[in-house]
């Protein structure tokens, strides 16, 4: 199994920025796509940016202007840069990790515990 930490979120104020981390660890295992969602109460959960092993970047099209993801696979993390963050922005965001134990199992999924990103002055 992999298990996810998230860090970095937190209060910030309209125009601000933060930077969200999320470390994998487990045992034996092959990272293939990493990737944040965000869900706010009574919405769906909702894609904000993946990132494949070759560094392939996928963005909601609202996002990308602000957002950045990257990744250091040496270190099996996952960051999401955000820039002139607005009150919309208020989400609790996941980490989202694609990954397999070995090349003959299936490709599995883990989510993080979330991490609370306000944004208000």
């Known amino acids: 199994q992999v298990a996810l930490v998230e860090s970095g979120g937190g209060l910030v104020q309209p125009g601000g920025s933060l930077r969200l981390s999320c470390v994998a660890s487990?045992?034996?295992?092959?990272?293939?796509?990493m990737g944040w969602y965000r869900q706010t109460p009574g919405k769906q959960r909702e894609l904000v940016a993946t990132?494949?092993?070759?560094?392939?970047?996928d963005y909601a099209d609202s996002l990308k202007d602000r957002f950045t993801i990257s990744r250091d696979n040496a270190k099996n993390t996952v960051y999401l840069q955000m820039n002139g963050l607005k009150p919309a922005d208020t989400a609790v965001y996941y980490c989202?990790?694609?990954?397999?134990?070995?090349?003959?199992?299936?490709?599995?999924?883990?989510w993080g515990q979330g991490t609370q990103v306000t944004v208000s002055s």
């Open positions: 989202h990790v694609r990954w397999r134990a070995s090349i003959v199992t299936p490709l599995r999924t883990s």
């Open positions: 487990g045992s034996s295992f092959t990272i293939y796509t």
């Open positions: 990132i494949t092993t070759g560094r392939t970047t």
